[in-house]
Nanobody, 119 residues
Framework: QVQLVESGGGLVQPGGSLRLSCAAS????????MAWYRQTPGKERELVAA???????NYLIPVKGRFTISRGNAKNTVYLQMNSLKPEDTAVYYC?????????????WGQGTQVTVSS
């Protein structure tokens, strides 16, 4: 079973930046797709950004131009650089991954990390 571990969440003021990191326990197989989702109480979990091993990316429209997803040099790692953060970005952010090539990976999940944007 693949385990995903997120880090980098926290409290930040509006307009600030945070960088989320996710590393997988799997070191042999390549997770072709990795992504970040977010969820707030009472709402559906939504895809924030996804990236494939081939470099294809997919972003939630409200975060385009502010967030950047990237793969790390270490196998099966992914980052989410979040700039110009807004209060509406407050959510629990989840790392997700899949072995298959898809812009909506959802086979494996992390535990989530809280991001709070508030003054």
């Amino acid at each position: 079973q693949v385990q995903l571990v997120e880090s980098g969440g926290g409290l930040v003021q509006p307009g600030g930046s945070l960088r989320l990191s996710c590393a997988a326990s799997e070191s042999i197989l390549v997770l072709n797709s990795m992504a970040w989702y977010r969820q707030t109480p009472g709402k559906e979990r939504e895809l924030v950004a996804a990236i494939t091993s081939g470099g294809r990316r997919n972003y939630l429209i409200p975060v385009k131009g502010r967030f950047t997803i990237s793969r790390g040099n270490a196998k099966n790692t992914v980052y989410l650089q979040m700039n110009s953060l807004k209060p509406e970005d407050t959510a629990v952010y989840y790392c997700a991954a899949a072995l298959r090539d898809t812009l909506y990976p959802n086979d494996y999940w992390g535990q989530g990390t809280q991001v709070t944007v508030s003054s």
